[in-house]
């Protein structure tokens, strides 16, 4: 299921969210204070696993579902870039912000294939560059309502892990997470629409 919006005018929010626990069985002969930090340590690197392989409904892994749709202060920046050919945005993913997608020398935000709605927001010739190891330039739209235009758009293979996705590097710390005041644990959206010319723009909301 894809989640499309034809720019509504106003959101709506949810409370709805849950997260699992993960049971984890401890080895009788450590102690308890062994036992409790080697558990969250586990209990971590389990959820982070699990993050990366579960599939996704709708591209929302986190957070209120149905997701909320954008605001018509986005409404607004997106409908200056667009033409009436591409009216319709979609939601590609709906998650929290992981460690890793904030530091500056990781310098990416991630997205496993298997957790977004689906990539059919790519064309033919897109797909092709990508699965040849190749970026493509991307106009962002940043939570700020500012755009960016330093991101590289690329296929991403997971070490470790059968599992591959796509991400935004290049000038993403220094030009999203610190311009944007981004957080570990965040919760944010990513948007997919076309341009008046075609092109592949993203936008990103920051639901907090």
């Known amino acids: 299921m894809t989640f499309e919006s034809g ?14 626990d993960v049971v984890l069985r401890v080895v009788p002969e450590e102690t308890k204070v062994t036992r409790r930090n080697k558990s969250n340590n586990k209990r971590k690197r ?23 749709p954008i605001s018509e202060e986005l409404a607004q ?15 590609v993913i709906q998650r929290k912000l992981f460690q890793t997608d904030t530091l500056s ?5 991630q997205m496993p294939r298997n957790q977004i709605s689906s990539d059919d927001f790519l064309n033919e010739d897109e797909k092709k560059k990508l699965y040849q190891n190749e970026g493509i330039q991307v106009r962002f739209i940043q939570p700020n309502l500012e755009e960016e235009n330093g991101l590289v758009f690329k296929r991403w293979k997971y070490k470790n892990v059968n ?26 959206q990513v948007w997919f629409f076309r341009d008046k010319d075609g092109n592949p723009c993203f936008a990103m909301v920051n639901l907090g």
Not at 80 to 90: E, G, I, Q, R, Y
Not at 163 to 186: D, P, R, S, T
Request: net charge positive.
């Open 7 to 20: 720019i509504p005018k106003r959101r709506r929010t949810s409370d709805d969210h849950h997260d699992d």
């Open 46 to 68: 389990i959820r982070d696993d699990r993050d990366t392989s579960n599939t996704s409904k709708g591209g929302v892994i986190h957070g209120p579902n149905p997701p909320p």
């Open 77 to 91: 920046v997106i409908r200056s870039m667009t033409t009436a050919d591409h009216p319709n945005v979609k939601l």
């Open 105 to 109: 020398r990781q310098n990416r935000l």
């Open 163 to 188: 599992c591959a996705g796509y991400v935004f590097n290049k000038n993403w710390h220094k030009g999203v997470v610190q311009k944007n005041g981004l957080e570990c644990g965040q919760l944010v």
